[in-house]
C-alpha cells in the first residue's frame, strides 16, 4: 500500500507557534520533489512537545494543504491506548489516509499488552495502520513473532522498521504475507533494507533533499543498483550527521542553514552543541548544497 520515499516531516515553528504558512510550502515542495507519502506528527514533528490541539491541526492542516495529491500518514502513537484511539480516530475525521502507531513507550508492557494496543486502536478506526517499531526510543522491541500476529488484524498493513536489525526485518519479511509492508525507519540502512525486500523509506534526511532520497529508491525499484548504491553513498555523510543528535535537533538545524524553515525546537530539545553544529555544516557544504 505505502512504498517509494516518504518523509517523516518537521513541524515548523515562527515564534513558537506553528508556521502555517510553511508547513503549505513544504508540504508542495515534497510533492514536487517525488515524495511518496507525508508523515505528520511524528518524532521528527515533535510529537512529544505539541499539545493535543497542535497536534490536531497539523495533521488537518497538511491533510487540507495535500489536496489528495499524495498519501498522508498521520502520526498518532501514545503510551496510553485511550489517548492513541482518540488522536487516531481524529486523524480519520480530518481525512488522513492512515496513521503510524508507535509502540507504546515508557511503560514497558509485555507483548500480550503491546498486542491488545494495537488490537483495540485497530478496532476503533477504519484507516490502516503501520506500527512503527523503534527500540531506542521506547525500551522494548516488538519480535518479529509479535508483529506476524499483528499482521493478522485486517487493518494494520505495514511497520515502520527502526530496529537496526535486519536478521529481524528478514524475519518479518518471511514470516507475513506478501501484502504486509515493511518500511525502513532508518535512513543510513535503506537500501540494505530494500534489498532484503524492504518496500520504501519513512525518511528523515527527505526533509533537505527529497529528490535524492527519492531517486535513490526509484533507482532500486526500477533494478538499477549501481545507481541506488551512488545514491545511497552520495547520500550517507549527510545522513549520518542528521544523527549527531536527538533527532530532530539536526535536521531542524539544517533546514534552518539553507534557509527552508527556522531551526527552533521546543525544549527540553535545545540547539545543537557547537562541535556537532560544525560538522553539520561542513557535510552539507561537502554534499554541495548552499547555505542561505
Avoid at 90 to 101: H, K, P
Avoid at 151 to 179: T, Y
Avoid at 257 to 279: A, D, Y
Wanted: proline fraction near 4%; charge should be neutral; charged fraction near 20%.
Amino acid at each position: 500500500m505505502f512504498s517509494g520515499s516518504m518523509v517523516a516531516l518537521v513541524t515548523p515553528f515562527k515564534n513558537g507557534k506553528i508556521d502555517k504558512e510553511k508547513l503549505k510550502w513544504l508540504v508542495d515542495w515534497h510533492i514536487d520533489s517525488g515524495t511518496k507519502a507525508i508523515i505528520p506528527c511524528g518524532t521528527t514533528g515533535e510529537s512529544a512537545t505539541l499539545s493535543h490541539e497542535e497536534h490536531d491541526e497539523v495533521i488537518k492542516l497538511v491533510v487540507e494543504y495535500s489536496r489528495a495529491r499524495i498519501p498522508i500518514i498521520a502520526g498518532a502513537g501514545s503510551n496510553n491506548t485511550l489517548e492513541a484511539i482518540r488522536l487516531a480516530k481524529s486523524a480519520e475525521n480530518f481525512g488522513a489516509d492512515a496513521v503510524l502507531m508507535i509502540t507504546p513507550y515508557y511503560n514497558k508492557p509485555s507483548e500480550d499488552g503491546v498486542y491488545e494496543h494495537f488490537k483495540l486502536i485497530s478496532e476503533s478506526i477504519n484507516i490502516p495502520i503501520v506500527l512503527y517499531n523503534i527500540v531506542s526510543r521506547v525500551g522494548i522491541n516488538m519480535s518479529s513473532d509479535l508483529i506476524f500476529k499483528l499482521s493478522k488484524i485486517k487493518n494494520i498493513v505495514a511497520v515502520k522498521e527502526a530496529s537496526g536489525n535486519l536478521n529481524q526485518m528478514s524475519d518479518i519479511i518471511n514470516k507475513c504475507d506478501k501484502d504486509f509492508t515493511l518500511i525502513s525507519g532508518d535512513d543510513l540502512l535503506t537500501l540494505p533494507i530494500l534489498s532484503i525486500g524492504g518496500k520504501g523509506v519513512i525518511s528523515v534526511t527527505a526533509n533537505i533533499v527529497p529528490e535524492d532520497v527519492s531517486l535513490m529508491v526509484e533507482y532500486f525499484q526500477k533494478g538499477n543498483i549501481n545507481k541506488a548504491l551512488e545514491y545511497h553513498y552520495k547520500l550517507f555523510n549527510l545522513t549520518k550527521s542528521m544523527f549527531l543528535e536527538t533527532n530532530p535537533v539536526p535536521i531542524k538545524t539544517a533546514m534552518g542553514l539553507l534557509g527552508i524553515c527556522e531551526p527552533s525546537v521546543r525544549l527540553p530539545l535545545f540547539k545543537m552543541q557547537n562541535k556537532n553544529f560544525e560538522i553539520l555544516k561542513k557535510e552539507i557544504v561537502n554534499y554541495g548544497l548552499k547555505l542561505a
